[in-house]
């Protein structure tokens, strides 16, 4: 196991330079002049020559990329003159914000996913059934940044069940004592009951919108694959030697068809890192992709790229994990 | 003798009808679903001008934030704007961009693959490698990321959700050229020596068609998606053009006061326009891929 770790990891080093390269044309090649951004389009030629200068973008294109390279070796993404900070300083006060709110949405969507997939695939074609595929097929159609204001529209302005879309904790309320950053487990940790309540509520409606779109591409997953193992003959010797059904369906069918859905979860992560960018900006969540979308907004692209760099690598490092507990779950895979 | 003559021809009618590319889609409810939105979005985007009551542009502050009336079916804006009438030219924004975009995407990434899959060896797996890393990055963000390179506006939305797309037009065209490349056909083309681009573009493409299609079709509403986002997040269209994930992003801040048409209606739009490509396109799969049906 330990040797198919070790390969994997190595396999990854020419996909993180690739990914490096990509974000460096994008920043360079393209034709828009970091220069001309960075002084604005009404600089004088002779400002924004100097820019040019000092940012090294005279030198030779794989000069630029040695230099870009040794830059980020160094755990410097640039700085990003909206907040006047270090853009790595900004990633790592906002990133426990993002990360609640991901693992919320992502266990939210596994909580309802999963038993949604099972009973549209015991039940093929019932009722249950064709409601969960509708919903499957208008989740992957709902635009995030529509959902969510709907939410809050629903929700907050017309029953009043949520708090203001302001944030991850009230405004009169301390947030708990800083341990890990992620709220809900600081609370918990500390004993904190009142900012625990506060922040459960805060979070619930964002990661329901950001949940959607992954519950029904995992529910449809998670329908498919228990339809293929259903009928395989394991399933049916557990049947045969009088096993309840329930335990036939979960302990037997479920565990199998539940290795293809871990591949889509890891998927997921990726869509969840978009989504984050867009929903934090509808609820006014202080996370790193509200971050981005100020830095959109204040045309600072220092954060914006650094953002693709690092999304993109945790992106390939989610993948490769998932790869990993594959291979320790289906020993098969990794004698291949 | 005659009535051998019938059932024979009824058989053969029976037989190729239903069975028939056509018949088939046409038996698939949900993939008819589908086509009547985008028939209907289509229609109305062609149409817009005549459809539409008011300009979309035409402020009039006098009427902010009306609620849906006789006057103006989807209400007002906070400048005043038909909100009806620029869901309905947002219509040609949202199709073109889709239609752009995945065309981008169809044009590089199907050469692309083409060529990996049918030369191999260096080229091709330089290539491969090259989408692979484009298909590392979360789609969004590469697309924000790009957008934000060129700078905002309609036209990098465009090049942006047409360069996303890439790779997964790349990856199926290189998946059915290796398949294809080894058949007897392309052998046989080989063999009397035509040409390596002429193979490529008029036996193994015609072949690789259907799953292009399916993955084009299912793509369409990807890039409407992509490009609505993006326009929210402020690096697609420019303010005063009607599209509907600005008009979103504009009514945003009215949701809270109550004034919920602003962002209904273009959201209905976004949510049946993906919905409609997304049917046809699961359909289209239904059809073209034996298996799936047979399977079912």
């Known amino acids: 196991m330990i040797r198919y770790v070790l390969k994997r990891l190595l396999y990854a080093i020419p996909g993180v330079l690739g990914i490096i390269l990509i974000t460096f044309i994008l920043s360079r090649v393209l034709p828009g002049d970091p220069a001309v951004m960075i002084a604005g389009e009404q600089a004088p030629p002779d400002v924004i020559e100097n820019i040019r200068i000092s940012m090294g973008l005279k030198d030779p294109l794989y000069l630029q990329f040695f230099h870009y390279i040794r830059q980020l070796g160094s755990g410097n993404l640039g700085t990003a003159w909206h907040t006047g900070h270090l853009v790595a300083q900004d990633f790592a006060t906002r990133f426990p914000a993002t990360l609640e709110l991901t693992l919320v949405s992502m266990f939210i969507a596994v909580c309802f996913a999963i038993p949604v997939g099972v009973i549209s695939a015991t039940r093929k074609n019932s009722a249950v059934d064709h409601v969960s595929r509708v919903l499957s097929l208008l989740g992957a159609a709902i635009p995030i940044f529509w959902l969510g204001l709907v939410l809050i529209y629903i929700f907050y302005a017309k029953l009043g069940w949520s708090p203001a879309p302001m944030g991850r904790i009230g405004q009169d309320i301390n947030p708990p004592t800083h341990l890990t950053g992620l709220y809900i487990l600081d609370s918990l940790l500390t004993g904190d009951m009142v900012a625990l309540k506060e922040s459960i509520s805060h979070i619930i409606l964002p990661a329901i919108c950001l949940s959607t779109g992954t519950i029904a591409i995992v529910a449809r997953m998670v329908r498919s694959s228990m339809l293929e193992v259903i009928g395989l003959d394991y399933v049916r010797t557990a049947r045969a030697k009088g096993l309840p059904e329930r335990i036939v369906i979960y302990k037997h069918a479920l565990v199998n068809a539940l290795i293809p859905t871990l591949t889509i979860l890891g998927l997921q992560f990726g869509y969840l890192i978009g989504g984050a960018v867009i929903t934090e900006t509808i609820f006014s969540w202080p996370g790193v992709g509200s971050y981005i979308t100020e830095s959109i907004l204040a045309t600072d692209y220092a954060p914006i790229q650094g953002f693709t760099l690092v999304s993109a690598i945790l992106y390939m490092l989610i993948n490769l994990s998932v790869d990993l507990i594959y291979g320790l779950i289906d020993p098969r895979i990794r004698y291949e | ?296």
Not at chain 2, 2 to 11: D, G, P
Not at chain 2, 20 to 29: A, C, D, P, Q, V
Not at chain 2, 76 to 85: A, E, L, M, Y
Not at chain 2, 261 to 285: E, H, K, M, Y
């Open chain 2, 1 to 296: 003798m005659l009535s051998i003559a019938e059932n024979s021809s009824s058989i053969k009618n029976s037989a190729s009808k239903p069975n028939s590319f056509f018949g088939l889609l046409f038996k698939n409810r949900l993939a008819m679903i589908g086509l009547f939105f985008i028939l209907f979005w289509t229609f109305v985007a062609l149409f817009a001008p005549i459809i539409a009551p008011y300009s979309p542009t035409a402020t009039n502050t006098a009427i902010k934030l009306e609620a849906p009336s006789a006057a103006h079916w989807m209400g007002t804006d906070n400048f005043g704007r038909d909100i009806f009438s620029r869901v309905i030219f947002g219509a040609r924004i949202s199709l073109w961009t889709g239609i752009i975009g995945v065309g981008i995407s169809c044009c590089l990434g199907i050469p692309l693959g083409g060529i990996a899959g049918y030369y191999g060896g260096k080229l091709g797996n330089v290539i491969m490698r090259v989408m692979d890393t484009l298909l590392a990055f979360p789609s969004l963000i590469l697309a924000m990321a790009i957008a934000a390179s060129i700078g905002p506006g309609l036209i990098s939305a465009m090049i942006a959700v047409g360069i996303v797309g890439i790779p997964e037009f790349a990856r199926l065209m290189f998946g059915q050229t290796v398949s294809l490349r080894e058949k007897e056909f392309v052998e046989a083309g080989r063999a009397i020596g035509v040409k390596d681009s002429v193979i490529l573009r008029k036996h193994i493409f015609p072949n690789a068609l259907a799953p292009l299609l399916v993955r084009a079709t299912l793509g369409l509403g990807f890039a409407i998606l992509t490009a609505a986002s993006l326009s929210f997040l402020g690096l697609g269209v420019k303010p005063p053009t009607a599209e509907w994930g600005a008009m979103i992003s504009e009514g945003r801040e009215y949701i809270i006061s109550g004034q919920w048409w602003i962002i209904s209606f273009p959201g209905l739009a976004i949510v049946t326009s993906i919905l409609g490509f997304n049917l046809l396109g699961d359909g289209l799969r239904d059809v073209l891929d034996p298996r799936i049906r047979t399977g079912k």
